[in-house]
């Protein structure tokens, strides 16, 4: 008689850090931190165009543009970054009729070299403006037919590494150009990611927060299953989106075991959303966990004035003239923060970002990028595949090939 078992078991803690160890050998983000940016920078230094226009779809484009619209209120930069995701015409054309094309810069990034979207939207700006050496600029793997493009036509290409995948490529070139052309200080995203992953793995501050929340997702999953965010500014919403394709797309897949598991993002901004979602939290079905975002300094000084002569008095509130509009921001968190903990069963956790600045922000990224890989090794899952996603885009390409 033989026996034989492959269980779905849940690891410790050791296990799963060893494991993440082992990963750093084969998964390319792990090492980006630590990349020399030299060549970024000085390319980036040679772009005039006054606009530089993102070709480029989810992990392409997200989380470029999560750091750019958070570091974008408190900066004054003399480009502007914007980025075609999708071939929704309404959404390609409102985008175009901000810039002069002739005075643009075209990024067109995709790591196969062949995603339909961004290749169609590049036909199509072609047919607008010649697009050439002097105004583009293309990402993609080493030996995809982009780069090949890339190369016939003498058009500056960067190499975008096999082992990064897309949702995790914020802090490859995939990111760090766009955000380079447009003065981005991209040294200080990198620090920040090195900040959390030399911390991590030596396994000091950020090691024990990561693993420890990790472990009670995995562990409570059939619980609370669905993992809402609160972003506390509206300069977070860019950053709510890339969490949700990051989440989804690692954590929705089948084990070991061949049990499919998943954990459910919901991404909301804070002072809009908690009017509505909030009621669903508190008297809804227990199946959340709960993660507010706060940013301590906004670098913002607006200040509700203080009532001058008898105008508003029929309208009271006279107990928030005087404070700056930071400072009702994080005051509004609190308090949905406090009413979440009256109740005692729903699973929550407060990230508070000291000030607006790159180094802040990549720190956030970072960690969750972290615990992500965490996750998926509780759940014995290949983080970094998209099957799923793949499937849909073999069923459009057979489509539109039989429709000729």
């Given at each position: 008689m033989e026996y034989y078992k492959n269980f779905y078991q849940i690891k410790s803690n050791t296990e799963i850090f060893e494991r993440i160890e082992a990963e750093r050998e084969e998964v390319g983000y792990y090492n980006l931190p630590y990349q020399d940016t030299a060549e970024i920078k000085d390319y980036a230094q040679s772009i005039s165009k006054k606009h530089i226009i993102v070709l480029g779809i989810g992990g392409s484009s997200l989380?470029?543009?999560a750091i750019y619209e958070f570091l974008l209120p408190s900066?004054?930069?003399?480009?502007?970054?914007?980025?075609?995701?999708?071939?929704?015409?309404?959404?390609?054309?409102?985008?175009?009729?901000?810039v002069d094309l002739n005075d643009t810069q075209f990024l067109v990034i995709s790591k196969s070299g062949n995603t339909i979207e961004t290749i169609s939207i590049f036909k199509y700006l072609n047919s607008l403006v010649e697009i050439d050496s002097s105004n583009c600029t293309i990402i993609?793997?080493?030996?995809?037919?982009?780069?090949?493009?890339?190369?016939?036509?003498?058009?500056?290409?960067?190499?975008?590494?096999?082992?990064?995948?897309?949702?995790?490529?914020?802090?490859?070139?995939?990111?760090?150009?766009?955000?380079?052309?447009?003065?981005?200080?991209?040294?200080?995203?990198?620090?920040?990611?090195?900040?959390?992953?030399?911390?991590?793995?030596?396994?000091?501050?950020?090691?024990?927060?990561?693993?420890?929340?990790?472990?009670?997702?995995?562990?409570?999953?059939?619980?609370?299953?669905?993992?809402?965010?609160?972003?506390?500014?509206?300069?977070?919403?860019?950053?709510?989106k890339w969490y949700v394709q990051l989440w989804a797309e690692s954590l929705g897949k089948i084990n070991i075991n061949g049990t499919r598991q998943?954990?459910?993002?919901?991404?909301?901004?804070?002072?809009?959303?908690q009017h509505s979602f909030l009621q669903l939290v508190i008297e809804g079905v227990r199946d959340k966990t709960l993660t507010f975002i706060k940013i301590a300094d906004l670098k913002d000084k607006t200040v509700i004035p203080k009532r001058d002569g008898n105008k508003f008095d029929r309208l009271g509130l006279e107990y928030a003239e005087g404070l700056s509009f930071n400072e009702l921001l994080n005051k509004q968190a609190d308090a949905t923060i406090a009413s979440v903990?009256?109740?005692?069963?729903?699973?929550?956790?407060?990230?508070?970002?000291?000030?607006?600045?790159?180094?802040?922000?990549?720190?956030?990224?970072?960690?969750?990028?972290?615990?992500?890989?965490?996750?998926?090794q509780f759940l014995q899952i290949n983080t970094y595949d998209q099957p799923g996603v793949e499937s849909g885009k073999i069923i459009l390409k057979e489509s539109l090939e039989n429709s000729l």
């Open positions: 989380g470029a543009r900066n004054d930069y003399n480009k502007d970054l914007l980025f075609l995701e999708t071939v929704d015409p309404l959404k390609i054309n409102l985008c175009l009729k901000k993609s793997e080493s030996g995809s037919d982009l780069t090949k493009f890339a190369n016939d036509n003498n058009i500056k290409v960067f190499d975008l590494a096999e082992n990064v995948g897309g949702r995790f490529s914020v802090f490859s070139v995939a990111g760090l150009v766009p955000l380079a052309m447009v003065g981005v200080d991209i040294d200080n995203l990198l620090n920040g990611c090195k900040r959390v992953a030399d911390s991590f793995f030596a396994q000091e501050d950020y090691y024990k927060p990561i693993i420890r929340k990790a472990r009670f997702l995995v562990e409570n999953k059939s619980r609370f299953n669905i993992n809402v965010i609160f972003s506390y500014s509206s300069s977070l919403e860019s950053f709510n998943a954990l459910t993002p919901v991404a909301l901004v804070g002072p809009v959303d903990e009256e109740q005692k069963d729903i699973p929550c956790d407060v990230v508070t970002i000291s000030t607006v600045d790159e180094y802040n922000m990549a720190k956030l990224m970072f960690s969750y990028q972290l615990l992500v890989s965490a996750i998926g």
